[in-house]
Nanobody
C-alpha cells in the first residue's frame, strides 16, 4: 500500500482544514488508517484512526470533538476534517496503514505516507 497525504497549509486559529490520505492498491479496504503528527522538537503522536470498514474510530483526547476521521473506500481515500484549529495543532501530519483494526500505536502500522504540514497561526 502506498499512501500520499495532502491538504495541509496555513490557517488562522479557529479555522478548518481537511487532510486527505490517498492510497494505491486493490486491498485498501482491508486496511485501517491512522493519522499521526509530529511538531518541531516533539515526538510523533497519535491523532486519529479508522478501522478497515469505517465502523470504528479512535481519537486522541487533544482532538476529540474537533477532528473527524472518515473514509471513502470507493475512492481509496481517508479524510481528516480538522475544525477549531489551535496553534498547538501545528505539525507535520502523517497517515499510516495497518490491517483491519484501528490502533493508536504507531509501531503497529506497516505503511507510511509522506507528511503534510499544517501551520496554525495565533
Amino acid at each position: 500500500v502506498q499512501l500520499q497525504a495532502s491538504g495541509g497549509g496555513l490557517v488562522q486559529a479557529g479555522g478548518s482544514l481537511r487532510l486527505s490520505c490517498a492510497a494505491s492498491g486493490r486491498t485498501f479496504s482491508s486496511y485501517a488508517i491512522g493519522w499521526f503528527r509530529q511538531a518541531p522538537g516533539k515526538e510523533r503522536e497519535f491523532v486519529a484512526a479508522i478501522s478497515w470498514g469505517g465502523s470504528s474510530t479512535l481519537y486522541a483526547n487533544s482532538v476529540k470533538g474537533r477532528f473527524t476521521i472518515s473514509r471513502d473506500n470507493a475512492k481509496n481515500t481517508v479524510y481528516l476534517q480538522m475544525n477549531s484549529l489551535k496553534p498547538e495543532d501545528t505539525a507535520i501530519y502523517y497517515c499510516a496503514a495497518k490491517l483491519r483494526l484501528a490502533s493508536p500505536r504507531s509501531g503497529e502500522y506497516d505503511y507510511w505516507g509522506q507528511g503534510t504540514l499544517v501551520t496554525v497561526s495565533s
